[in-house]
Every structure is written in C-alpha cells, then in structure tokens.
C-alpha cells in the first residue's frame, strides 16, 4: 500500500485546480448561484436554472471531501464535510427564505414547470440518477487532472446540484409559511387536529432526493477514477 498511498498523495499536490479551500468569495457565489437559481425556478426561466448550475462552481466542496477521503487525515475530512454541510445549509437557507416570502407577498401562488419537473421526481429511477453521475464523477476526475475547464463546465451541468436544493428550499420554505398561517388562523384548536392540505413536504424531499443521489453518484465515480488511476 505505500506505493498507493505516495501516488494519490502525489495527484493530490498536482491536481489543476484548487478545492482544498472555502472562503468568503465561495461562500458568496454560493448564495448568488441560489438566488439565481431560486427565481429562475419561480419564473420558470429554464435557460437561468440551467447557468445556475456553473455559477461558484458549486461541486468544487464536494470534490474537495472526496479527495480528503481518499489522501487526507481525519481533520482533513471534518473540514471538507463542513465545507459541505455550509454549502448545503446555504442554499437551503436562502431558497427556502425566498420560498417562504414568496407566499407571504403572493409573488407565484402555484408551483411552476421548472419546480414541478423536480417535484415529480420518480424514488424508482434514484438508480439511474446514481449512474449517470457516477460516470459524470470519472469524467470530472480527468478534466480536472487534464485542466480542461470546457469538459468539466459541461460535466458540472450534468450533475444537478443547485437547481434540485433550491427547489426543495423553496417548497419548505412556502411549506413553513402554509403551516404558519395554519396554526395562526386555528390557534385555539388543538395542534394534533390541524391538517396540512398541501404537498409541499413531499415535492421537497423528491428534489432533495435528486440532489443527493447525483452527489452520491459523482461521489463514488470520482473516488474510483482517482484511485484506480493509482491501481493500474
């Protein structure tokens, strides 16, 4: 195994592009990208959810937690999987913030195309969604290695990242507002009596479902490119 270990520490020194750190310009493109993404999705603009996918280059902290799996120490990783958590939190954050003033100001009363098409996501197909972003994971592994940015902004719009986690931001969001103005117009009845009428929960874990399983593929395929490349 040493001979493994000082070539992946070896790619790991020489990688072309730098995903070892997370500042405030990254944390800053995050919130930009799910702005971007979040009223892309309310005004059914396909072409800006689409560019919301590039915008801070958003699978750069999760790159970063597989190469700390793979070569770094159990520091390494608690840092890249707080890189991760922040980036996620993040999103959800401000999505869900701008799903919740959405209803309150009545801005988009119905959920649109681009919201539904995540909202529909079907728990059957996860195994698909798996694979493909498994391939797109070995073929982001050698653009990075390769510096060809053109082949990995075109791998990074394969992975679905930013749209998916704002979309389910967005519907907890306006679900948190529904459940509010729930119990404010039935604050004498008992909170076990109230039902919710809407499907909001649901759509938002389909979309956060679509998020995690394109990460969880990209994750396995990226890890098994990088070391195989040490293997053979």
């Given at each position: 195994m040493p001979d493994l270990k000082n070539c992946i520490q070896k790619q790991f020194a020489t990688?072309?592009?730098?995903?070892?750190?997370?500042?405030?310009?990254?944390?800053?493109?995050?919130?930009?990208?799910?702005i971007i993404s979040s009223v892309a999705l309310l005004t059914d603009n396909y072409q800006t959810v689409i560019a919301s996918k590039i915008i801070g280059l958003a699978i750069i902290p999760f790159i970063s937690l597989c190469i700390m799996i793979i070569a770094g120490s159990s520091n390494d990783i608690m840092q890249a999987t707080i890189r991760c958590l922040v980036f996620v939190g993040l999103c959800l954050a401000v999505s869900g913030g701008i799903g919740f003033t959405n209803k309150l100001a009545h801005w988009q009363e119905q959920p649109t195309n681009?919201?539904?098409?995540?909202?529909?996501?079907?728990?059957?197909?996860?195994?698909?969604?798996?694979?493909?972003s498994a391939v797109a994971g070995i073929g982001i592994y050698y653009a990075i290695m390769k510096t060809s940015i053109i082949a990995l902004v075109g791998l990074i719009l394969a992975i679905s990242i930013v749209p998916p986690l704002c979309n389910a931001g967005l519907f907890w969001g306006m679900h948190t507002y529904d459940m509010l103005e729930q119990f404010r117009k039935k604050e004498n009845i008992n909170s076990s009596d109230i039902e919710f009428n809407n499907n909001y929960l649901e759509y938002g874990k389909r979309s956060f479902t679509i998020f995690a399983s394109n990460i969880t593929g990209m994750f396995f395929g990226f890890m098994a490119a990088f070391t195989a490349s040490c293997v053979f």
């Open positions: 990688l072309n592009i730098n995903v070892h750190k997370f500042n405030y310009a990254n944390a800053a493109l995050i919130i930009i990208a799910s681009e919201m539904m098409l995540r909202a529909n996501f079907k728990y059957e197909n996860i195994w698909l969604e798996l694979g493909m």
